[in-house]
C-alpha cells in the first residue's frame, strides 16, 4: 500500500492575479522543463509534470507545447539551456533535477515564470525568501531528498550484519556538501558501523567505484540522493547485481527495476503537483499567489525477489514498516 500524501504550506484559496509575462508570444503557450538528469532514468518526471497540466486541461500537443531539455547530469549546461528557453522565449520554465538548473533559472529571467521541483530546502537553497508567499516570478514543490540519507542508513544497517562496512556512493561535485557528509557520519557513529564514501560524479566514475567495492570492504551500499545518479537508474541497479551488493536508493523506481531496497518521496508526484502549478499559472495565477508545496509522507519500498537473490533475509519489523513489497 502507498501512502502519498502532500499539502500546501499554508491554507486557504491560492488563487490570485493574473501573471503578466513578457514571453507570451503565441497562441499556444510553450513550456520549458529543463532536469539535470537524462531520459534513460527521468523520462517519466517528464511525463508526470505532462499528467499534472492535463488535470489543469493543458495537453501537451494541442493547447500547450512542452519543449524538453536535459542536462544529462553534467551542471555545465544548465546555464545554456535555460538561455536558450529564455530566448525562445517560452511562457514558463520548470526546473528540476539539480540546484544548478533551479539557480540558472532564476538567474536568467525576472519575468518568465518559474516552477521548481527541489530535493532541499528551498529558502536555504536561495529559491524564495518565504514558502507560503514566494513572490516574485518563482514558485514550486519540495520533495525532500538529500536529507533522507541518515535514514537510509538506518534502515539499511538492519539488514547488513554487524561489523560490516557500509559504502555510500556520493557525488562530491554536485550533492555531497560537508553537511551532508557530516550528517551521515553521524548516523554512522550512532550505529557504531563504519562508512567508506565512495566519490562519482559519471558513468565511468560509477564502474570504478564498484570496482573498489571489495577492496574496501564493504558489504552494503547506500546510494545517496544525486540527479547524476538518478539519471544512471539503470547502470546503477544492474552493477548491485554483479556485484551481489544489497543498496538502499533514493526513489521506488530503482527497486522497481530490481534494487533491493528504497526509502524517498514519491518524486512523480512531485512533478505532477509542478505540472498543475504550471497549468494554474498558464490560467493566469500569480507564481508568487502560489505556495512553495511540502511533500509530508514518504514511502519505503523492499523487493523480496532481489533479497532472495542475494540470499538475505530481510527482519519482519522492516517488512511491516514498508509501504509497498515486491514479491
Known amino acids: ?3 502519498r500524501t502532500f499539502i500546501v504550506s499554508t491554507a486557504g484559496s491560492v ?12 497562441a499556444i503557450p510553450v513550456i520549458g522543463f529543463v532536469n539535470g538528469g537524462s531520459p534513460v532514468g527521468s523520462a517519466y518526471l517528464a511525463a508526470a509534470f505532462r499528467r499534472g497540466l492535463k488535470e489543469i486541461g493543458y495537453v501537451d500537443g494541442q493547447n500547450v507545447t512542452v519543449e524538453v531539455r536535459w542536462a544529462d547530469g553534467r551542471p555545465d549546461r544548465s546555464q545554456a539551456i535555460v538561455a536558450e528557453l529564455v530566448q ?24 518568465i515564470p518559474i516552477v521548481f521541483v527541489t530535493g532541499g530546502d528551498p529558502i536555504a537553497e536561495g529559491l524564495v525568501t518565504n514558502a507560503a508567499r514566494p513572490a516574485a516570478n518563482i514558485t514550486g514543490v519540495t520533495v525532500p531528498t538529500t536529507s533522507l ?26 550533492s555531497w556538501t560537508e553537511e551532508r557528509a557530516n550528517e551521515v557520519q553521524s548516523a554512522a557513529r550512532a550505529m557504531s558501523r563504519k562508512i567508506t564514501i565512495l566519490n562519482a560524479s559519471n558513468e565511468h566514475e560509477i564502474d570504478a567505484a564498484f570496482a573498489t567495492l571489495a577492496a574496501v570492504q564493504a558489504r552494503a551500499l547506500l546510494v545517496s540522493a544525486d540527479p547524476v545518479f538518478n539519471s544512471r537508474l539503470r547502470q546503477l541497479v544492474d552493477l548491485t547485481r554483479r556485484y551481489r551488493m544489497p543498496a538502499i536508493f533514493e526513489w521506488r523506481e530503482f527497486v522497481s527495476a530490481g534494487g533491493l531496497m528504497s526509502y524517498g518521496s514519491d518524486i512523480a508526484n512531485g512533478y505532477r503537483e509542478a505540472g498543475v502549478y504550471a497549468g494554474r499559472i498558464l490560467g493566469g495565477t500569480r507564481p508568487g499567489a502560489l505556495p512553495v508545496l511540502q511533500a509530508t509522507k514518504f514511502e519505503f519500498v523492499v523487493n523480496m525477489i532481489t533479497a532472495k537473490a542475494l540470499g538475505l533475509t530481510i527482519p519482519q519489523n522492516l517488512l511491516v514498516r514498508a509501504d509497498e513489497v515486491i514479491r
Request: proline share 5%.
Open 149 to 174: 540519507n541518515a535514514k537510509r542508513l538506518e534502515l539499511l544497517n538492519q539488514v547488513t550484519p554487524a561489523g560490516q562496512v557500509i559504502a555510500v556512493l556520493a557525488n562530491q561535485a554536485i
Open 15 to 26: 488563487l490570485g492575479a493574473p501573471f503578466a509575462s513578457s514571453a507570451q508570444k503565441s
Open 88 to 111: 525562445r522565449p517560452v511562457d514558463l520554465i520548470a526546473a528540476g533535477g539539480g540546484s544548478t538548473v533551479r539557480l540558472a533559472a532564476k538567474a536568467a529571467t525576472a519575468t
Open 1 to 3: 500500500m502507498n501512502r
